[in-house]
């Protein structure tokens, strides 16, 4: 196990995260449209980055970043890591990085209709899930978990728990990026899109809320567990606020003469916290799949037997 | 041999891949309709036309435009150092661009819209100045050319929004050549905006006759030429929010005469709209249509 594939793995993650906010920008300084063409901006690898091109152009610099730290890692993987589904994770990252490059040039071309922005962005989350999923994998503390017995007691496990957890923020996410998507800087949120989202964050707050509780419950003693469970909970908490907070500071934004903060790094900071959430529950997730082994009560059967 | 998934992913990338090509290549085709065909159409020239003239008023104390923060981009800084938003230009209690245009009407016992007028020759000119458009607010016929000018020292990015008419996205550096443009649809309210500097916005209306005019700072305009007849007359508004505000009245154009139109806007002006020759008839509604 290559301690620098792990480094360089959780290294992509943290730029995807960047990225990620830098995307969040870009939607809320309303700079989608600042460059009017792609690839190349006005023509140019640099061009003057005045007024929403510093946000448009610098968002595309860090994703050419990513995109070509992405194809070192998955070239490291293919050259140090011995699994073999590892391997092709690194593929499926690069392959998502070029589909994620090709929709971000159509949003563009396109003049930003909601169909594509929004799948830029619920894809943008895919693809962090892919590059935290390819860190964790090839992480030490992956490689020497212990697997241990969980005895299902006909309750719904901690491993449905997650995964209908994790299912549930991805709708949360894609739910999120098309409001964001629906109306601009200076016109109202459609109601219907927004109740859904704010509806989904009671969802979610219930599923990942129980699936933590249980994790710390049933296993306190894990810390390989207990950790993920904790952090998940808190950005939850942090996630929420933040999000009371974007609501309040949005309502106020059409009556602004342009995009302004609060508005702005409040709604980046609930972009950035929920990508953060999607991450420790994918950690979480990952790791209870790891360690807890469900076994059907059998010891009576075999009694009888 | 790929395999069946390597494969997909090939054909995905592929698709997305002739999607941005594709997108990049094609010209949209702007759309024609409701345009009207002005050279089918029967055209008024008895030589009696009129004119509806007033003047709008804002009543109450008026809204304090909000400071732009222009910090983003120095140029705008330096040359408008003390930017303000453009919605409310307030003066002795007249309002400035409001858009004022016939809405219908019947002329001869003939509807507005069977008549048909040529769009003008020349071109309406929207000037990018001190990081804001001038004018404001714009009215102009359907297929009418708009010059599209840069006065400033910086690049800016025209971006009309898509309504009835199409969207259509340039940026333009100073010192370009003027950039060509004509809104095919008649369109009440068609949205421009930046997206370099996303305070400068401007209006325009895109109307299929030539009885339109722009309140002054002085909240005067006249429409000429109009034909003696019953019009419902609109002024639009621009409002602190949404796609604006529309007050309408009924007036009567006598031959060779003139007609008076005078409209209130603000908080305290409720429903209002004074005709000279005729009883108050003036429905405020919030335009609901996304422009």
């Given at each position: 196990m290559s301690k620098g594939v792990h480094r360089f793995a959780l290294l992509v993650a943290v730029a995807t995260f960047f990225l990620i906010i830098a995307g969040a920008n870009v939607t809320s300084h309303d700079a989608g449209l600042a460059v009017p063409d792609w690839p190349l901006s006005f023509g140019k690898v640099f061009p003057q980055m005045?007024?929403?091109?510093?946000?448009?152009?610098?968002?595309?610099?860090?994703?050419?970043?990513?995109g070509l730290l992405t194809i070192v890692l998955a070239i490291?993987?293919?050259?140090?890591?011995?699994?073999?589904?590892v391997k092709r994770l690194g593929w499926i990252a690069l392959g998502l990085v070029i589909v994620q490059g090709l929709l971000g040039g159509l949003t563009v071309k396109l003049l930003l209709p909601l169909w594509v922005s929004a799948a830029h962005a619920t894809l943008a989350q895919l693809f962090f899930l892919t590059t935290v999923s390819i860190a964790v994998f090839t992480s030490r503390s992956w490689t020497y978990a212990e697997p241990k017995i969980f005895e299902d007691d006909n309750g719904v496990s901690p491993r449905t728990m997650c995964v209908a957890s994790l299912a549930l923020i991805l709708v949360q996410l894609v739910l999120g990026a098309t409001l964001r998507h629906s109306a601009l800087w200076n016109e109202h949120l459609p109601t219907g899109l927004l109740v859904a989202h704010i509806t989904g964050a009671i969802v979610v707050t219930l599923a990942l809320g129980v699936t933590a509780s249980a994790v710390l419950l049933r296993h306190r003693d894990e810390k390989f567990l207990t950790r993920p469970a904790i952090i998940a909970l808190s950005l939850l908490f942090v996630q929420l606020l933040l999000g009371i907070a974007a609501y309040v500071t949005r309502a106020r934004s059409p009556y602004q003469p342009q995009p302004l903060n609060p508005m702005i790094s409040v709604t980046v900071a609930h972009v950035a916290c929920g990508a953060l959430v999607f991450a420790a529950t994918i950690l979480l997730t990952l790791r209870v799949f790891r360690v807890l082994r469900v076994e059907k009560r059998t010891v009576g059967v075999l009694a009888t037997a | 041999m790929l395999s069946k998934r390597a494969g997909l992913w090939l054909g995905l990338i592929a698709t997305l891949g002739l999607l941005s090509l594709g997108s990049s290549c094609g010209n949209k085709t702007e759309t024609n309709e409701n345009a009207g065909s002005s050279t089918e159409k029967v055209k008024y020239s008895k030589g009696d036309e009129g004119t509806i003239s007033g003047t709008i008023a804002y009543t109450g104390a008026a809204p304090e435009n909000a400071k732009i923060d222009t910090s983003a981009d120095a140029q705008c800084t330096s040359k408008s150092p003390n930017l303000t938003a453009e919605t409310w230009i307030v003066k002795d209690g007249k309002l400035?661009?409001?858009?004022?245009?016939?809405?219908?009407?019947?002329?001869?016992?003939k509807k507005v819209d069977e008549y048909g007028w040529n769009a003008p020759?020349?071109?309406a000119t929207l000037d990018q100045n001190g990081c804001h458009y001038k004018p404001h607010?714009?009215?102009?016929?359907?297929?009418?050319?708009?010059?599209?000018t840069n006065s400033d020292p910086t690049t800016h990015n025209i971006h009309f929004l898509q309504g009835k008419n199409p969207d259509w996205n340039q940026s333009q550096p100073n010192g370009a050549a003027p950039l060509k443009h004509q809104l095919n649809t008649?369109?009440?309210?068609?949205?421009v905006k930046c997206n370099q500097h996303p305070w400068m916005k401007a209006f325009i209306g895109v109307m299929?006759?030539?009885?339109?005019?722009?309140?002054?700072?002085?909240?005067?305009?006249?429409?000429?030429g109009v034909?003696?007849?019953?019009?419902?007359v609109v002024a639009w508004h621009e409002a602190a929010t949404g796609p604006g505000t529309e007050k309408t009245m009924e007036v009567t154009v006598p031959a060779k005469g003139s007609a008076t139109a005078d409209f209130s806007f603000g908080a305290a002006a409720g429903l209002q709209g004074q005709p000279s020759s005729l009883p108050l008839i003036a429905v405020e509604f919030p335009m609901l249509g996304k422009h």
């Open positions: 005045v007024g929403n091109v510093f946000w448009e152009h610098g968002h595309r610099m860090i994703a050419a970043t990513v490291y993987l293919q050259v140090r890591e011995p699994r073999r589904w | 400035a661009n409001a858009f004022v245009y016939i809405k219908d009407g019947t002329i001869d016992g020759t020349g071109a607010v714009l009215g102009v016929m359907a297929k009418q050319e708009i010059n599209i008649p369109e009440q309210m068609a949205q299929r006759h030539p009885f339109f005019a722009v309140s002054d700072e002085t909240g005067k305009f006249t429409i000429s034909p003696p007849g019953k019009y419902t």
